[in-house]
């Protein structure tokens, strides 16, 4: 099992992307994705440093608060 993270694309350098996830940036690669298939704003799935696919917004929300859910210890 491999545990992505949804992030929002901020910048962006050919295949390379500055992501953020509540106050946490990164780099990102894009590599993985089709060329031209995310822009700046778009949310993308980040696992080991790549971005793996492109979700939407309500979407990534939605996983967000599934991460959260699962680290809560009272859960």
Same mark, same amino acid.
């Given at each position: 099992? *491999?545990?992505?993270? #949804? @992030?929002?694309?901020? %910048? @962006? /350098?050919? =295949?390379?992307?500055? *992501? +953020?996830?509540?106050?946490?940036?990164? +780099? !990102?690669?894009?590599?993985? &994705? #089709?060329?031209?298939? !995310?822009?700046?704003? /778009?949310? !993308? @799935?980040? =696992? !080991?440093?790549?971005?793996?696919?492109?979700?939407? #917004?309500? %979407?990534?929300? +939605?996983?967000? %608060? &599934?991460?959260?859910? @699962?680290?809560?210890? /009272? %859960?």
């Amino acid at each position: 099992m *491999c545990l992505g993270i #949804p @992030m929002r694309i901020t %910048a @962006m /350098d050919g =295949h390379a992307a500055r *992501c +953020e996830s509540r106050g946490i940036g990164r +780099e !990102v690669s894009l590599f993985l &994705l #089709p060329t031209g298939s !995310v822009e700046i704003g /778009d949310f !993308v @799935m980040v =696992h !080991v440093g790549y971005a793996i696919e492109k979700v939407d #917004p309500r %979407a990534a929300r +939605e996983r967000r %608060a &599934l991460a959260a859910e @699962m680290q809560d210890p /009272d %859960a």
